[in-house]
Structure formats: structure tokens, C-alpha cells
């Protein structure tokens, strides 16, 4: 089994449409998480952090949920520019020097 | 601006043949590392460094190699480079092995023949 597992889609979505990833990930004491967004061809970008509370940036929330070890992104009102991949990152606990990375969510939105 | 750069973008080689892909970042960060990106397996780590002349392997090190020399500079050596090794590569910084958020090149797109 994946460290970290997301479905690889693609989420092909209108503009304007909420769309939800979700993400696995397998060592229950793992400690911190977060989402990154990789474009085409590009260098991936920390797009936010999850929070065991839960936290919002703009049209982003993101949410963890330890007792069932997974983390979801939702993006509301979709922008054409939202298209990208988006990666599910992991930090294990103990681990001061690794990100565990998920092999991404492709999503396309449509005009 | 702060940046990671990484040279070369893009590079075709033949087996055998050493390259180094340089990586030199100019916030003064600690922490450096190198990934590779496949298709299916997302980016897995080959080597890290906590700080200048301290380097560790990271999950997929066969066939690499790193130095550590300067704190802005974490070169990535292949001696003998193969077919499987055809892939692409992120070097990343952060200021302490501890932060969160790591900051990557732009890549480098290799090609081994």
C-alpha cells in the first residue's frame, strides 16, 4: 500500500463548480500535512496546510480527518487558473527531513 | 528574488556518460534536497543535506550522488547514468529541515539514451 494515495482523476469540472479531493495516507502518527499545486511542466508550490481544525484560504478549505487518516481540498466557485494537479503531502512524525508525496489529482476546468 | 535554480532545464545523454545537475538556491536555507518525478510514483526523494557538509540518502539514492560544499550549492551527480534513471528532477530548499513549506527548481528534464 501507497504512504499516500490520491485519486489521479482527471476531475474535468465547469468553471464555477465546487470540486473535492480527497487523500490517504497510511502511518497513523504522521504529523503535519499539506497540499501543493503543480502546473503542467512546472515546479510544485505549497498551496496551503491542513490543520486538525480545519482551515480556509479564499475559495480553498482544506480538512483533516485523523481517525480515518485522510485530508481533502475543496475548491469552491472553480477558476479556469485552478487547473493544475494537486498533490497531497505528508510528513511523517519523527521525520524532520522528509515530505511524503502523493502522485496527484488532475484537475481540469472546463470554460 | 528568491529562487531555487537548476541547470541544466533539459538534458539528453548516453549511458555511462557523468553529468551534474546543479541547484543553488539564494535564501540562505539549510535544508536542501533532491527528488525525482515519475509517472505513477509521484516525487520520491533521493538525497538530502541538513546543512553544509552533512548529507543523508533519501529513499531512492542508488546511482546518485551529492555534495554539500557551500550552503547556497546542492549539486546532483550521476557517475554512470542509466536508462532508469531517465526522469524528472527537483532539487528544493527550506530554511530548516523542520519548516514546512519547501521551495523547489524548476526542474530538469533528463533523458538518458
Known amino acids: 500500500r501507497k504512504e499516500v494515495e490520491q485519486d489521479p482523476g482527471p476531475f474535468n469540472v465547469p468553471e464555477g463548480a465546487t470540486v473535492a479531493f480527497n487523500c490517504t495516507y497510511s502511518?497513523?502518527?504522521?504529523?503535519?500535512f499539506f497540499w501543493y499545486r503543480q502546473d503542467c511542466r512546472k515546479e510544485p508550490k505549497l498551496l496551503m496546510s491542513?490543520?486538525?481544525s480545519g482551515n480556509e484560504d479564499g475559495r480553498f478549505t482544506a480538512q483533516l480527518n485523523r481517525a480515518s487518516q485522510y485530508i481533502s481540498l475543496l475548491i469552491r466557485d472553480s477558476k479556469l487558473s485552478d487547473s493544475a494537479t494537486y498533490l497531497c503531502?505528508?510528513?511523517?512524525?519523527?521525520?524532520?527531513?522528509?515530505?511524503?508525496f502523493g502522485t496527484g489529482t488532475l484537475l481540469a476546468v472546463q470554460p | 528574488e528568491a529562487q531555487v535554480t537548476q541547470n541544466p532545464r533539459y538534458l539528453i545523454t548516453v549511458t555511462g556518460k557523468k553529468l551534474t545537475v546543479t541547484c543553488s538556491q539564494n535564501?540562505?536555507?539549510?535544508?536542501m534536497s533532491w527528488y525525482r518525478q515519475d509517472p505513477g510514483l509521484g516525487l520520491r526523494q533521493i538525497y538530502y543535506?541538513?546543512?553544509?557538509?552533512?548529507?543523508d540518502k533519501g529513499d531512492v539514492p542508488e546511482g546518485y550522488k551529492v555534495s554539500r560544499k557551500e550552503k547556497r550549492n546542492f549539486p546532483l551527480i550521476l557517475e554512470s547514468p542509466s536508462p532508469n534513471q531517465t526522469s524528472l528532477y527537483f532539487c528544493?530548499?527550506?530554511?530548516?529541515?523542520?519548516?514546512?513549506?519547501?521551495?523547489f527548481g524548476q526542474g530538469t528534464r533528463l533523458t538518458v539514451v
Open positions: 535564501m540562505n536555507h539549510e535544508y
Open positions: 503531502v505528508v510528513k511523517p512524525s519523527g521525520a524532520t527531513n522528509k515530505l511524503i
Open positions: 528544493a530548499s527550506s530554511r530548516m529541515a523542520r519548516d514546512t513549506e519547501a521551495f
Open positions: 502511518n497513523s502518527a504522521s504529523q503535519s
Open positions: 543535506s541538513m546543512n553544509v557538509e552533512v548529507t
Open positions: 491542513v490543520y486538525s
